[in-house]
Structures are given as structure tokens and as C-alpha cells.
């Protein structure tokens, strides 16, 4: 969970997410050498009183600084992609969940088990003692170490089911059916929202995922 000093992402709970992270910093090392590397030509050039001609209309650092951003945005362009087809990806699922957004609620179906199904509902501020404006009465339970399946909708408007521990965030359209596969390698509780501004209670709407053991989850299906 998101903490007001965390400046950074939160702990990865999905190989997706560690993917995107490594993507990030990947990126973030690209940025910094092009930033120091012009910021220092800028200064040079501002305080130096005599200007290096081969600065100023030479005809090969302009190929240098023409052809050297083409092969930065190879080297983004690349793991970039290879990120998209892999979030894309749809492995053999365990389970199926399908997730319905409303205004301004989240209700859930086990597509394979017929008698699963249940809305799912902030706890109001004054009926909690933690994680205020992020729990709900009714947890998703899933599985840990085995491939999830997610379908989503909605019913009024747009909405936006968003994990991010877990490196998703997925579109909640009426009339259309949107699926994305996910993968959480260890236990705990994560937290989300919606993140698509859906009216006046947009904020009040959070997704909040259990991950546990097969054996419990087993346990908790025959129990429901």
C-alpha cells in the first residue's frame, strides 16, 4: 500500500509489475544522461564567452545529434515492446474472475463456480479502524502463484479496475467486455481504486485483492 512517503512505485507483487519496474528505471537512466549531457552544453555555451565553432552550423554534429536520439529510441522502443506483448498476454487460466463497475460500487462473479458472486463495498470512514477510504465489506479472494484471469465491464459509465501492486489497470466499458491476465507470486493484501473519473463518488469506489494459499482458497470456496 501507498504510503505519503513513498515517492517511488509500490513493492511489485506480480511479475508484470517487476517488468514495468525494471522498464521504468531502464528509462529513468536514459533520461538523466541525455539531461546532464545537454544541460551541460547549454551552461558551456552560456558562460563561455568564445563559442566552439563546430557547435554552430557544422554540418557532423548535426548528424551526431540527428542519428544518436534515433538509436536512444531504439534502445526504448525495444524493451518497450517486448513489455506490451507480455502484458497482452493471455496464459492458461486457473480461474476466471469477472469484475462489473458501477456507480459507484464494484460487484464480482467466479465465472466457474455458478454460486460466487457479490458486491463489494467501501467500508464507510466512521465503521473502520484501518486503511481509511480503501477496504471494503467484501474482499476479492484469489490464489496466489497460479494465473488469474480477469473480464471487465460496466454498467453506466467508464470505469477503471487498477491494482497497482500488480501492474493493472484495465478499462471498464458498458457493452464491451475487456480480459488481462495476471499472475500474484506471493501473499498479502493489495489495494486500488478506480482510476477513471466516473462522477461525483469516483473516489469511493476501491478494489481491494486477498491473496492466498491454494489450499485456503480451496477451503474458501467450499465454505461460501
Known sequence: MATWSNFNFQNSASPLMEQIIFF????L????????????????MFFNKYTNRFLIEEQMIE??????PA????????????LLYLLDEINNPLITLKSIGHQWYWSYEYSDF?????????IQPQNMQNFRLLDVDNRI????????RIL????????????????????????????????????GIYFGQCSEICGANHSFMPIVIESISINNFIEWINNY
Do not use: C
Request: no cysteine; net charge negative.
Open 24 to 27: 521504468h528505471d531502464h528509462t
Open 29 to 44: 537512466i536514459i533520461l538523466i544522461m541525455i539531461t546532464i549531457l545537454i544541460s551541460y552544453l547549454m551552461v558551456n
Open 63 to 68: 548528424m551526431i545529434w540527428t542519428i544518436l
Open 71 to 82: 538509436f536512444t529510441l531504439i534502445f526504448i522502443a525495444l524493451p518497450s515492446l517486448r
Open 114 to 122: 455458478s454460486n460466487i458472486e457479490f458486491d463489494s463495498y467501501m
Open 141 to 148: 479472494i484469489l490464489p496466489m502463484n497460479n494465473q488469474i
Open 152 to 187: 471487465v465491464t460496466a454498467t453506466d459509465v467508464i470505469h477503471s479496475w487498477t491494482i497497482p501492486a500488480l501492474g493493472i489497470k484495465i478499462d471498464a466499458n458498458p457493452g464491451r467486455l475487456n480480459q488481462m491476465s495476471f499472475f500474484i507470486n506471493r501473499p
